[in-house]
């Protein structure tokens, strides 16, 4: 997870252009997901928005735009991109696009993770667009898990995507919508 000070030092003032080139939720949904589609779908058909993220989203009082970057292949997107759909769809005060990430590289190279084009990833604005934080690739707790998996060397990473999976499962998008909604609230 990003700090809101260190996402405006490297984004651009606004990013209307990948705004307006990205693709409203249901649209992606239905015609830009290939791989895995079940499995977005599945997701999305159970991912369901807690009454205590919509009270926080009301206490705050703003309209917040997310600019996803995704691709339909991967795993964390597969989990995640659907929360953030539901979310969008559920709450007044989310608007949301996805944009590929293989076809903005340039976007991509603006939200590294450790030098790496991880994905999914939440570029967090205002209603100007004006970037105010970011979130990914994935829950923090998460992340240190995959990284200390890794970096052990003991298993393969198809078994640790499988405990990645569970994860998921066992989270339903709590944990990233807390951290979501705490950048969203240190950004005002």
């Given at each position: 997870m990003t700090t809101t000070a260190e996402t405006r030092k490297s984004a651009p003032e606004s990013l209307e252009t990948w705004w307006?080139?990205?693709?409203k939720w249901d649209d992606y949904l239905e015609h830009e997901v290939a791989e895995h589609r079940d499995l977005w779908l599945g997701v999305?058909?159970?991912a369901t928005t807690p009454v205590w993220a919509l009270e926080a989203l009301e206490d705050m009082g703003r309209t917040w735009k997310l600019l996803v970057i995704a691709e339909d292949w991967c795993g964390d997107a597969s989990n995640l991109g659907p929360v953030f759909g539901r979310l969008a769809r559920?709450?007044?005060w989310i608007d949301m696009r996805v944009?590929?990430?293989d076809e903005h590289p340039e976007l991509m190279d603006m939200y590294l993770t450790n030098g790496s084009r991880s994905i999914p990833i939440v570029a967090i604005t205002d209603e100007e667009l004006r970037p105010v934080g970011r979130w990914g690739p994935r829950p923090a707790e998460l992340q240190d898990f995959v990284i200390r998996e890794k970096r052990k060397g003991d298993r393969p990473v198809a078994e640790?995507?499988?405990d990645t999976r569970r994860w998921y499962a066992r989270d339903r998008g709590r944990t990233t919508l807390r951290e979501l909604?705490?950048?969203m609230a240190e950004a005002g």
């Open positions: 307006n080139s990205g693709y999305y058909r159970r559920d709450s007044e944009v590929k990430r640790i995507y499988k909604l705490k950048i």
